[in-house]
């Protein structure tokens, strides 16, 4: 569910994790991903983003992992209240990320982490199931072709529910917070995390932007 991103963070600053706050469920998997590994994360909050049945959504939380239900951009828990913040591939699909980083890190405990990992719009995954070279025409593009391509609208509408967030924003919000502790792309190997440092390479060669703020 994202354990591996958050493992990372911990070792890269030498943090533990007793409690953690989890943003977006991907229709559950997240859920699910929480329960398997809940003997060693416990405290678990997961916050939904997605379009999914609130009552199912709500009733599973509780069930497969005693989660709590919650807009991320308005958490509902008291300021320092989770040793680690975890948010994964939701950024991209609001629109006042921002907000919601706000709120991980009001949530985050004194010396807590904060992790927030989304897709690079200009990587070659920024488009989502719209395509790997569409949205570089223009999300909007993306969109139209998508749908008449398929015959119905993408999951994940731009402008909507997709929304073009690069490395540079993300790098300079977290930069603003004086809090950054750490910047990696999630799925390259350790020797290549170097591309975050170069400023148009990273907008393009990391598809997974993970920022880890000390709070």
């Known amino acids: ?19 953690l706050v989890a943003h977006g469920t991907g229709k559950h998997r997240l859920l699910r991903g929480i ?6 994360v416990p405290g678990v909050a997961v916050v939904a983003h997605e ?16 989660g709590d239900i919650g807009d991320g ?22 629109p ?11 949530v985050a ?5 904060v992790v927030l990992s989304y897709t690079v719009w200009l990587g070659p995954f920024g488009g989502h199931e719209t395509g790997l070279w569409q949205h570089y025409v223009g999300g ?3 969109r139209r072709r998508y749908a008449k391509v398929h015959g119905h609208e993408p999951k994940n509408v731009f402008g909507e529910s997709l929304f073009a967030v690069s490395a540079r ?20 190997p350790w020797w290549a995390w170097w591309v975050t440092r170069v400023p148009l390479l990273r907008e393009f060669a990391v598809s997974n932007l993970v920022l880890v703020l000390r709070a």
């Open 96 to 106: 006042d990320w921002r907000a919601m980083g706000e709120e991980m890190v009001r």
């Open 1 to 19: 569910f994202g354990g591996d991103v958050v493992e990372k963070a911990v070792v890269l600053v030498g943090a533990d994790m007793p409690d």
């Open 51 to 66: 379009a999914a049945p609130r009552e199912g959504l709500e009733r599973e939380a509780h069930t497969v992992a005693g």
């Open 169 to 188: 924003e993300g790098l300079e919000w977290a930069e603003g917070t004086g809090q950054l502790a750490a910047a990696f792309p999630r799925y390259h």
């Open 73 to 94: 951009a308005e958490l509902p828990f008291r300021g320092g209240a989770f040793d680690v913040v975890y948010s994964s591939n939701v950024a991209e699909h609001i």
């Open 140 to 142: 909007d593009y993306a």
């Open 35 to 40: 329960a398997r590994t809940d003997d060693d």
């Open 109 to 113: 405990k004194p010396g807590g982490l």
